[in-house]
């Protein structure tokens, strides 16, 4: 005789499997995040060599900078959204997370496309 898992049962089933999921997504958005942040910092180091050398500016490092505080609230968004037991917390938090690591990617290919026709020229 098969037993049919209750309603309730499979609620409390998957309402664990999200909880469990957005736990995943926050692990990776953490360290990519902070990684990113690093990233950023390197890419106007070289930019403020490039520009003392050839004694021309780019809007690239305001970019940049910019970027790199997404990155950041990406990264707090993440970490605080592991620390929290509320689950409307995690998913708020998360969301958060998630606009700004995507969000800091566009802007992070925004400026290398400034970076690369600023530089070649």
Request: with cysteine.
């Amino acid at each position: 005789m098969k037993v049919r898992p209750r309603p309730a049962d499979t609620e409390a089933k998957a309402r664990r499997q999200r909880a469990v999921l957005d736990e995943r997504t926050c692990r990776m958005i953490c360290p990519v995040a902070a990684a990113m942040v690093g990233v950023c910092l390197t890419g106007i180091g070289l930019l403020r060599v490039v520009a003392s050398v050839r004694g021309r500016e780019t809007i690239a490092d305001d970019l940049l900078s910019l970027d790199a505080l997404l990155f950041l609230a990406a990264t707090l968004a993440s970490y605080i959204a592991l620390r929290v037991q509320s689950h409307q917390r995690l998913h708020g938090l998360e969301r958060i997370a998630d606009a700004a690591f995507i969000a800091a990617m566009v802007l992070l290919t925004l400026a290398c496309f400034v970076i690369t026709y600023a530089i070649s020229r």
